[in-house]
């Protein structure tokens, strides 16, 4: 955890310690303390339930624009791998006809070593 992150985690919940406390401690009526507790409970319960409610409202808003998204960056994505695939392709076929082309030659140039070594010269 950054030190920023920690000493703001620190301040959260040294503060809701203390809020805790002055309520506990501040001279009401248990009757009354009980009620404040309660309400201070719900007032956060209910807060929680909203920031809930719109981060799930924001996520289901984004997977139903992800078809949509996918779509528009799908012919983009098609291109790049087909250019990438064709590239390789002729990458490939260069090397191939330049590897054949160096077998040929090399089994061309054995060929005339033994035929000429299996003349004999006449004199």
């Given at each position: ?13 040294g ?29 956060r ?43 390789g392709?002729?990458?490939s076929?260069?090397m ?9 030659e090399?089994m ?8 000429s ?7």
């Amino acid at each position: 955890m950054s030190r920023a992150t920690s000493t703001t985690v620190g301040v959260l919940v040294g503060g809701a310690v203390g809020a805790i406390a002055a309520l506990l401690l501040a001279p009401k009526r248990g009757e009354e303390m009980r009620s404040d507790l309660m309400q201070w409970t719900r007032d956060r319960e209910h807060k929680a339930a909203e920031r809930i409610r719109q981060a799930g409202a924001s996520m289901a808003s984004n997977l139903r624009q992800m078809p949509s998204k996918v779509s528009q960056k799908a012919p983009e994505l098609i291109e790049r791998a087909k250019s990438r695939f064709q590239r390789g392709a002729e990458e490939s076929a260069h090397m191939m006809e330049s590897a054949t082309e160096k077998v040929a030659e090399s089994m061309e140039k054995g060929s005339e070593q033994e035929h000429s070594s299996q003349q004999v010269p006449i004199t």
